[in-house]
């Protein structure tokens, strides 16, 4: 049973470039949400995606700005990169809002990205 | 706001060291607390979650509680492989399905 699995590993970026990651949900499972984390912290919230909408979204500018596709795999966009980008970006899947156990999220190994 | 804060930030144990960490939360009107565990360089992965004060989970060498406050995890007679952060995350009634996370405790164990 594949897990929730994300791409690239490590990617290194300039200051103003932009980058997008991707992320396929565990099996089974058809809601994505992205973290951030930085160093020593816990991951925060960027936002959430079902049915190809936007959920949720935390306390980020809308330089980040994702998707999620028809077979419920998501991508992450930032625009002009800012240093303090710099961090692991994580993908969680759920299954269905309403169903049960689904407010476990299943968590990738995440997308490490550095902005110099 | 919802908030969580867990102590300590680290904690170094002897092998067989038996000890608990902290999670406490405000949250308005709590959907469920999180348990995860993350090594270094991965994802956190998922342990337990709890939704009602007086709720215990266990597995292995690790048992969860829960309080209307707060939550403990007890690693009991921990083993060098225990050696993680681990991140509790709350959810409440107006965050969706947003977690909110801790800052983490970091453990070592040694040998």
């Known amino acids: 049973d594949a897990g929730v699995t994300q791409s690239p590993t490590h990617l290194i970026k300039t200051r103003g470039q932009q980058v997008t990651l991707r992320c396929s949900p565990k099996s089974g499972h058809d809601t994505v949400s992205w973290y951030q984390q930085a160093l020593g912290q816990g991951p925060q919230f960027i936002f959430q995606?079902?049915?190809?909408?936007?959920?949720q979204r935390g306390n980020f500018p809308d330089r980040f700005s994702g998707h999620q596709f028809p077979n419920y795999s998501s991508e992450l966009n930032v625009n002009a990169l800012l240093l303090g980008d710099s961090a692991l970006y994580l993908c969680?899947?759920?299954?269905?809002?309403?169903?049960?156990?689904?407010?476990?999220?299943?968590f990738g190994a995440g997308t490490r990205l550095s902005v110099l | 706001e919802d908030q969580v804060t867990q102590s300590p930030e680290a904690l170094r144990l002897q092998e067989g060291e038996s000890s608990s960490l902290n999670c406490s939360y405000t949250v308005s009107g709590l959907r469920g607390l999180f348990w995860y565990r993350q090594d270094p360089g991965k994802g956190p992965e998922f342990l337990f979650t709890?939704?009602?004060a007086g709720e215990e989970k266990e597995k292995e060498r690790l048992k969860a509680t829960l309080t209307k406050k707060e939550s403990f995890l007890h690693i009991t007679a921990p083993k060098p492989e225990d050696s993680a952060t681990y991140l509790c995350a709350v959810r409440g009634v107006d965050s969706s399905y947003k977690l909110i996370f801790g800052s983490g405790t970091r453990l070592l164990v040694r040998p």
């Open positions: 969680a899947s759920s299954i269905r809002p309403g169903t049960s156990g689904s407010y476990i999220q299943y």
């Open positions: 995606y079902y049915e190809e909408e936007e959920r």
């Open positions: 709890l939704y009602s």
